[in-house]
Structure formats: structure tokens, C-alpha cells
């Protein structure tokens, strides 16, 4: 009878990979070969938090060079714990954690490297808003160190992942630049973006409440107007999968014009809380299906019905020779004008089902927000059709102008 160490070592490996942790760490003691195996295992991912405990465990695998050569994938959570809702203590980048991002220079097979932020981001431009603990430069110091470090390797970046983004353009060349020489080599990218929100409570004076977040928060939309140019089209020639995730509305306003980008190696798309309401957007889906083969529509929404203050109208895809004026009860002219899609969810599933000819993967429902955006769930989501599948958009509506139908 073969001994189990005479298997190939891909197959050994693929065996092994199946043992629990806990069983690994006794099987890592028992020969040299699985030994080897077990450490690829035990130590693919390093999670480094701002901790002592965190940093103790990272330099004691830095100083070993056979746990090192194990590490693939790197977390870079910059919270410790998730904050607390009324928590409004301004937190700080400790130069211990800067150091320690900075010595992962020295680990030289990693493949994938992910940022982890709070969930709650803001401005502070408005005193009657809570205070976020990570601020806008605390989270353009965390940027500005974890893209030092990604452009500084020797081997290409092949998976990157931001979670909790904030809808803040980077202004700053060096950052920019690191983000560009990682960005174009990847071959996966994950963005889960967050919004500032309207916190004010019913104490506050009822003024407060009739701006919408669009209005109150400008850069969103500054945002969203330049991702496909700064994060997307460096990754165009050779992106293989692709997740947008939002924590509000996206896709309509702020407006997202994925058009602007294709993605001829494209195997698989995760889109999350995005609003389909015009037919260019189902064509920039099925732009992919030469090589589409996996497509997830996580919280997604048809906007059935819209409507925008004169002002606004040029701004969102539409000319006003495209929309109309309704007639409010009294036969008096309504506020803004207004623009009905006529397409359902499915005439989209007929669409991928004749126009993605490579498509063997498909889920539709929603995922757990618990925690804040979703994050590398495309497999947890709940499939199913909600109740929140269609709903309208109505410039003026407060705090939000998206209003879910039943």
C-alpha cells in the first residue's frame, strides 16, 4: 500500500486542505513533508491589527523565513474592534502600525492584500453631524502608507480589496501614483464604498432635515464621476473579477458611468445596492459576454420611475427632451421633470440568459449588512426576489429621494 507521503504533492496538499486548524497544527508536528504543507496552510493569510498582540505575532513570522514564504494574502484591519455608534473619539495611526505595513516589504509571495475601515466615514463640515473616529486624514494616512507598501513589491499585486471606502476623491500625486502602478497589473478588485449620512436627530431643528444627502454631501458624486478613471480603467487589461458595493443607492445618484470602461478578460461581476434605469447599463453587462461567467446582483434595484429638479436634469444621463412634465391634481404643472423605464427584471434575465452565452454562476437577493458593506460574501447571499427589487427616485424626497415601493 502506497504511504499517504508518496502522493503527488498537489494532491497531498489538496488533501490536507480539508483538515480543520486546529488538526493542522498537530499534523504540522508529525513529519518534515507535512510539516511544509501545514506551515502554507496555517500561514497563507497574516491579519495585522493596531494592536501589541498583533504586532508581536507579524515579527515573529517576519523573523522566521520559512513562515514568511507561506504568507499569500494579507489583511490590514485599522480598527481594532468595530466602534461603537456613539463613539466620538478621534482615533490615530500609530507609527508602530505604519511600521509594521511598511516591514511586509520583506514578505515576497504575497498575492493579495486587503484594507479594512470603519463603516462610518464623514467630512465634519456640519457641527450637527456625529464625528466619525476615523476622519479624512486618517484615512488618507492609512491610503497613503498600504500603496507605499503594494507599489513597493517585486512581484505584481494579483487581488486587491478596500473595505469600507470612503466617497472621497484622492488629490494627492504620490498616493496616486502607487495606486496606478498597483492597480494596473490586477487581476481582481474589490470596492466596498461608504457614504457620509444625514445623523441629525428629531432634537435638531427641522430645517436640518429638508436637504437631501446629495445636497449635504457634494463630494459623493465628485466621487463616483471619477471612479471608472481612477480605479477602474488601470485594472481594464487584465481584470478578471469585479465587486462595486455601496452602503446607499448607487448607479442613478450619485450617477456611475460604468460604460466608460470595458473589461475584455472579465470572468466575473458583483454588483451591490446599484440601480439599473436605463438600458445602457444592462448593455455594459452583456458588453462581457465573451468571457462573463459569473454575475451577482447583491440588493439591486430597477428605478421604474424618476424625477429631477430642472436644475439637476442635465446632470443625471438624460436631456430634457427625454423626460416630461406632469400635471400635478390641481392640472398645475409638477416639480421637475420626469422619466419612466420600462423594462423589468425579466426582460434582464432573458437578456443574460441569450446574450451571456458563458455564464454558469448567477445569484440575486441580498447579503448580510450587519457589519457594515458586505465583503468577499458573494457565496453567503441569500438568493431570492425582494420586495425592494423596483422602487422610484424623486428629486426633493428627504432625507433620501429613493423611495422603495411594495
Known amino acids: 500500500m502506497i504511504h499517504i507521503t508518496a502522493l503527488p504533492s498537489e494532491l497531498l496538499t489538496l488533501i490536507v486542505s480539508y483538515v480543520d486548524p486546529s488538526s493542522l497544527k498537530n499534523l504540522r508536528q508529525t513529519c518534515r513533508l507535512l510539516s511544509y504543507i501545514t506551515i502554507q496552510l496555517l500561514f497563507e493569510t497574516l491579519k495585522l491589527y493596531p494592536t501589541e498582540g498583533s504586532y508581536e505575532i507579524m515579527d515573529e513570522i517576519l523573523t522566521g523565513s520559512t513562515l514568511g514564504d507561506a504568507v499569500k494574502k494579507v489583511y490590514i484591519n485599522t480598527r481594532e474592534h468595530p466602534y461603537d455608534s456613539d463613539d466620538e473619539e478621534e482615533a490615530y495611526f500609530p507609527k508602530e502600525f505604519e511600521n509594521r505595513i511598511s516591514r511586509l516589504k520583506t514578505l515576497s509571495k504575497v498575492q493579495n492584500a486587503v484594507l479594512q475601515f470603519d463603516k462610518r466615514c464623514g467630512v465634519s463640515r456640519h457641527h450637527w453631524i ?71 436627530t428629531t432634537e435638531d431643528p427641522a430645517e436640518l432635515w429638508n436637504q437631501d444627502r446629495f445636497s449635504l454631501f457634494p463630494e459623493s458624486q465628485s466621487f463616483f464621476t471619477k471612479l471608472p478613471s481612477v480605479w477602474l480603467k488601470p485594472t481594464a487589461s487584465s481584470l ?34 446599484f440601480t439599473f434605469f436605463q438600458d445602457s447599463q444592462l448593455e455594459w453587462i452583456l458588453s462581457h459576454g465573451a468571457t462573463l461567467s ?103 424626497w428627504v432625507p433620501t429621494p429613493y423611495v422603495e415601493v411594495s
Open 240 to 273: 478578471e473579477h469585479l465587486t462595486l458595493f455601496c452602503d446607499t443607492w448607487f448607479g442613478f445618484r450619485p450617477k456611475l458611468e460604468l460604460s466608460e470602461v470595458h473589461f475584455p478578460h472579465l470572468k466575473s461581476l458583483v454588483l451591490g445596492n
Open 294 to 396: 459569473e454575475l451577482s446582483l447583491d440588493d439591486c434595484m430597477i428605478l421604474y420611475d424618476l424625477s429631477l429638479f430642472e436644475d439637476n436634469a442635465d446632470e443625471y444621463s438624460f436631456s430634457k427632451d427625454e423626460m416630461e412634465l406632469r400635471l400635478e391634481d390641481e392640472g398645475e404643472a409638477g416639480y421637475g421633470y420626469y422619466y419612466s423605464y420600462n423594462k423589468r427584471w425579466h426582460h434582464y434575465f432573458d437578456a443574460f440568459r441569450k446574450r451571456l452565452p458563458h455564464l454558469r454562476h448567477f445569484r440575486i437577493g441580498t447579503s448580510d449588512w450587519t457589519h457594515g458593506v458586505p465583503f468577499e460574501t458573494e457565496s453567503e447571499m441569500r438568493i431570492g426576489l425582494l420586495e425592494e427589487r423596483y422602487g422610484v427616485c424623486y428629486d426633493g
Open 130 to 200: 456625529s464625528k466619525p473616529p476615523q476622519t479624512v486624514a486618517f484615512r488618507k494616512k492609512a491610503l497613503s502608507v498600504f500603496f507605499e507598501w503594494l507599489a513597493s513589491l517585486k512581484v505584481a499585486l494579483q487581488s486587491l480589496g478596500i473595505q469600507h471606502l470612503q466617497d472621497i476623491n484622492i488629490k494627492n500625486d504620490e498616493i496616486r501614483k502607487n495606486m496606478t502602478k498597483v492597480l494596473r497589473d490586477l487581476r481582481s478588485l474589490r470596492l466596498s464604498i461608504v457614504s457620509e449620512h444625514n445623523t441629525a
